[in-house]
């Protein structure tokens, strides 16, 4: 069973059948037209609402809700566990909960989003993929091509960490480093796609990339339903993994699955502070650049649906160091066993600060969505540790631990 589905133009809202097979909207120049899927889910409430709490194994469970025609790509994404943190919320005086995509195929959040696109690509008899990535979009578009036998082209910007390089390579992609940041390597991935008719699985354009990371907020909705947060605390790139939070979180809630809805928290870096200045109408801090390169990201094409989502759930948004986001990678390491690479460590930075300025209050409850794996990029983590101690090789010349 499939949803039926029309794409809808987010700034003129005109709308297009899928067998159009266009990405964005034309009226718009090239800027915005964003296209939102939308469901007819009638159909779809009953088989889901009947798993509800049966576990997760992962994002296929939420089929009847995804605009798939029948593929699924199974490479394991989704079904990440929903994890207490009792450190940091004696820490913090805030309870904190964890949903860990770290455990994602590929490391990442992305990997929910690649399971839709390969599967659509494969419906749509699409032969090359491609898209522009800060990194671990690549890597997961890239093991996902592999796994469905597509050829795979992407591109990145040149300061790309090398972990993020090798791992697409290894999956058999051709990687092209863009010299330039996140923008230009979009940019050409855009006039390349449009050329040689590949197919463009850019986040930032593509609607079913949303689609697709919205099964975590169907898991977040699914696996906290008991006791809802006040807030899902999420760093903003794109903005499309905040959007599509809160649109499978929202839908559960429409489908009477969960009772109420949380409040979104989107933090971004100081280095890349498009979507918190739209949203608040002000400048954030001058920037620079981020060490957070997952949400690098200058000029972002998902700002209005990440700022609708922020609006609808009446949340907040906060800018962070790369200083307080590098802390934060260590406590979460430190307080909950949790290596997390420093984008979705900037969450912690972010309800910390939240947390400072009362936006969030003592007593709330707050979940942070663990985007990424930290060991892709452990050179970023490098200066935040002491490092290893030399010994000689006699027992008593090793200390306790402090
Ligand atoms: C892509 C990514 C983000 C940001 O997501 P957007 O959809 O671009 O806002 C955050 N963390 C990690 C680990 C990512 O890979």
Known sequence: MNPTIALECIDCGRVFVPADERLVCPDHDGVGGILDVQYD??????????????????????????????????????????????????????????KDERGNPTGSIKDRASAVLTSRALAGDESVLTCASTGNAAASLAGYAARTGLDCCIFVPADVPEGKAVQPLVYGADVYAVDGDYDDAFSLCRRVAANREWYDCSAAVNPYAVEGLRTVGHELAEQSRASVPDWIVYPMGNGCGLAATWKGFREFAELGI????????????????????????????????????????????????????????????VVVSDREILDAERTLGRTEGIYAEPASAATLAGLESAVDA?????????????????????ASARDLVDGVDHVPDTPAAVPDPE
């Open 41 to 98: 889910q009638s159909g779809a409430r009953e088989a889901v609402a009947a798993g509800v709490g049966e576990g997760i194994d992962d994002l296929w469970k939420y089929a009847p809700l995804l605009p798939t025609d029948g593929h699924a790509v199974d490479l394991g994404a989704g079904g990440t566990p929903l994890l207490d943190a009792p450190t940091l919320s004696r820490e913090l005086g805030v309870t904190v909960r964890l």
């Open 358 to 378: 009362g936006t969030v209050a003592p007593g709330d409850s707050a979940t942070l969505v663990v985007t990424g794996t930290g060991l892709k990029d452990t």
């Open 258 to 317: 969960v009772e109420e809805c949380p409040r979104l928290l989107g933090v971004q870096a100081e280095g890349a502070t498009a979507i918190h200045d739209r949203f608040t109408g002000e400048r954030a801090r001058a920037g620079g650049e981020t060490q957070a390169d997952s949400i690098d990201v200058g000029h972002p094409h998902n700002a209005q649906k990440a700022c609708r989502a922020l609006e609808d759930s009446g949340g907040a948004t």
